[in-house]
């Protein structure tokens, strides 16, 4: 490099500094200016000749102080070396104006600050903020409108802006034009809109920003609106639609310049925002005209809501003045299970279809209408009770024809409760309440089916809700025991594999309670999550108890809801209750039904993985009963699979029952997974199951559920039998 090559790169860099909008400071160490380029004077007014030997700060922030930075800034500075924030500065000739500051501080030299002139962002801000406020306060659409032109013009003096709105019919009509003169107006107003029609018609009717950057070379049919624009010094015009939420066109913002030209990027910028402004103030202007739709009726799927189906099922009740009725209350079964796997767009877009064939099914005159998220209603005046029946079975067959989402295939399927007018209520909330009760029996009962009310639901009902307060003060009086039933190696039959963990409850009243009543009102009721980990607890304990006294028992598997599987936290929670016991994660099997595997929300998956990671192991229960998808047993992590008892009784009587165990047993192989055979209950089912190399056994044949001070007992005779029989055995106990 040339001694002559520094001068040469110094000028440049003067040069490029120069050039720069943004201002550039340089100062010493008592913050006095050294140097300041161009664009510093053309930002706030003041020359490097002016500035030079004061403090820039103090001067531009019109404030008295004895330091010579501001307090805050100053104590960035000393803690990081560098300032950045937005800073509100005074002009030379006396505006405010805000500006991004940037301030680097050089030891021993002083600072360098760069300030960006952010004056028409802040602005905007400040005008969309008031703009909302307005909106909110419900103030009359002209008057905000209004504020909206007039503040725009004043942050951007070169131009007029302008609201219009379009009509049913394809006419604009303006709503607030501060600065265009009344002729223009009255031209305006009315005006139809097309390709030809100006700016504002040609964005109007083709849905996209639109510009006339000459008005001058306006049409002939339009000479008479632009000559009035003209004459009030507007030479140009761009506008762009305003779009409802529904993507209609309701509107057109329009800009006009004092000289021939179009938009440039900051123009655009604004436009933007006023344009979602207009629509959010024209949207609540026009929602005045639809507030009955809004109130009454339900957006998704159009049909009525809650509160106009009770209003005009109230009406139609008062109106048949005492003949008969029905009500049909309809739940869609497993519509969480599309939402989940499929997504919310699946979701309703199966909830309006579903709404679709409720309405093909209903007569005319019937009420109908969605109470909330898949449940619906359907008022039948002057209806039979089996008419009613009719109806529904007709129903149910509707709503169960294939329907695609996507690339997926489904078959909505439902519940249906029944119940009559006056028979079972005289007023829609009994009705209502009544017809509810049934469809939840209708569920209890298999789904996809339709259930009459009668007075036994009502105690049914009643009961369930007893159930539900006994069961939480079971839960916390510790009124839960579980029992554990021992699972065998089938070849080595003295030897466990393990034992499953099942709850009882002998409540002091009604006395023993089924696990398929208590646990269903405990995963309806919200108390799943509670009760989980409950059985966790108590199972690690025991297996942790029984090992300090010397009873060995492999494993312990509990049985899982699917719901548990929502908690973001339930495998942490698995892994904190082995770590409080003691247990490493090969004691603890987690049992899973099929509905858990097809559930593929982002919880349940990311439990599954963890879980996994965790090394715990994960067993598929009552395999065969459900969906039984085979990508599901390679995708995700199971090491287990339980064969439903209900081949295992129909063994010696169903060769479909034999050829599904050996297919089961042949996947299961293949894929290195172990398969416990439940209910087994006879020798010749032992037998059959030991010849196809079934490898672990359970079932009554064995041992029921036992208390846990009962089972190492059951272990030493077991032990014995056994080897009584000579069959090979293995030491299960110190």
């Known amino acids: 490099m040339t001694s002559s090559s520094a001068p040469r790169n110094g000028l440049a860099l003067r040069q490029a500094l120069d050039s720069s909008d943004a201002a550039w400071i340089v100062t010493d160490t008592q913050c006095l200016t050294c140097q300041v380029n161009a664009g510093f004077e053309r930002l706030l007014g003041w020359s490097e000749q002016a500035l030079l030997g004061q403090r820039p700060l103090q001067l531009l922030l019109g404030e008295a102080q004895d330091s010579p930075l501001p307090t805050h800034i100053q104590q960035v500075l000393t803690s990081h070396g560098r300032f950045a924030g937005d800073l509100q500065l005074r002009h030379r000739d006396g505006h405010m104006l805000w500006v991004a500051a940037i301030i680097n501080r050089i030891p021993e030299a002083g600072e360098v600050m760069v300030l960006t002139d952010i004056t028409f962002s802040k602005r905007l801000h400040a005008l969309q903020k008031q703009a909302l406020e307005d909106v909110a306060q419900e103030r009359p659409l002209s008057l905000l409108l209004q504020r909206l032109c007039e503040e725009i013009e004043r942050i951007a003096p070169e131009l007029a802006m302008g609201v219009l709105q379009v009509d049913e019919q394809g006419h604009l009509h303006p709503l607030a034009c501060p600065s265009l003169p009344r002729d223009a107006l009255e031209r305006l107003n009315n005006l139809p809109i097309g390709p030809d029609m100006g700016a504002c018609g040609q964005a109007a009717f083709l849905a996209q920003p639109a510009t006339e950057d000459d008005l001058r070379r306006a049409p002939a049919h339009l000479q008479s609106l632009s000559q009035c624009l003209l004459q009030a010094g507007l030479q140009a015009c761009w506008a762009a639609p305003i779009f409802s939420r529904e993507r209609q066109v309701i509107g057109v913002l329009a800009l006009y310049f004092r000289e021939p030209r179009g938009p440039h990027t900051q123009h655009l910028h604004m436009a933007q925002t006023c344009i979602h402004l207009c629509t959010v103030a024209m949207e609540r202007e026009h929602s005045r005209a639809r507030i009955h739709q809004l109130a009454y009726y339900d957006p998704l799927t159009q049909l009525p809501n809650r509160n106009m189906f009770h209003r005009s099922a109230t009406d139609a009740l008062h109106a048949v003045q005492g003949r008969s009725c029905a009500l049909l209350f309809v739940d869609l079964d497993r519509f969480k299970l599309v939402n989940d796997s499929q997504g919310h767009a699946a979701g309703d877009a199966l909830l309006c279809e579903v709404a679709q064939r409720i309405r093909a099914t209903a007569r005319p005159g019937d009420v109908l209408g969605r109470l909330s998220s898949d449940e619906f209603a359907l008022l039948l005046p002057q209806c039979s009770a089996t008419e009613a029946e009719a109806v529904a079975q007709r129903l149910l067959g509707r709503i169960a024809e294939p329907f695609t989402i996507g690339n997926a295939v489904n078959i909505p399927h439902a519940s249906v409760g029944i119940c009559t007018y006056p028979e079972d209520g005289t007023d829609i909330n009994t009705l209502l309440r009544h017809a509810d009760q049934a469809m939840y029996v209708a569920k209890q009962h298999g789904r996809q089916r339709w259930q009459r009310f009668s007075p036994e639901i009502n105690q049914f009902t009643q009961d369930r809700v007893a159930m539900e307060h006994a069961l939480r ?101 698995v892994a904190s209750a082995l770590q409080r016991h003691g247990l490493a994660a090969k004691d603890l099997v987690l049992e899973i039904t099929e509905s858990v595997m097809l559930n593929a929300s982002p919880a349940t998956l990311a439990n599954l993985e963890s879980l996994h990671q965790l090394g715990l192991q994960l067993s598929l229960d009552d395999f065969g009963t459900g969906y039984s998808s085979l990508s599901y047993l390679h995708r995700l992590p199971i090491s287990e699979i339980k064969l439903d008892k209900s081949f295992v009784q129909d063994l010696g009587n169903s060769v479909a029952a034999e050829a599904l165990i050996r297919s089961v047993l042949s996947i299961a192989h293949s894929l290195h997974m172990t398969v416990v055979a439940e209910g087994v209950e006879t020798a010749e089912q032992r037998q059959w199951l030991q010849q196809q190399d079934c490898p672990v056994l359970q079932g009554y044949l064995f041992c029921r559920p036992l208390p846990p001070q009962d089972l190492p007992g059951w272990i030493l005779s077991h032990r014995a039998r056994q080897s009584a029989s000579a069959a090979p055995t293995a030491d299960i106990t110190h």
């Open 473 to 573: 003060e079971a839960l916390h009086n510790g009124q839960l025991q579980l029992h554990y039933q021992p699972q065998v190696l089938s070849h080595t039959l003295g030897q466990l594999h393990g034992v499953e963990a099942l709850a009882r409850w002998q409540h002091p009243e009604w006395g023993y309670v089924s696990p398929m009543r208590f646990i269903a009102v405990a995963e309806d009721a919200g108390m799943i999550q509670d009760f989980t980990q409950w059985l966790l607890e108590t199972a690690c304990h025991q297996l942790a108890l029984w090992r300090s006294q010397g009873v060995q028992v492999p494993q312990v598997a509990v049985n899982l809801s699917t719901k548990n599987f929502h908690d973001p936290e339930f495998a942490q929670s």
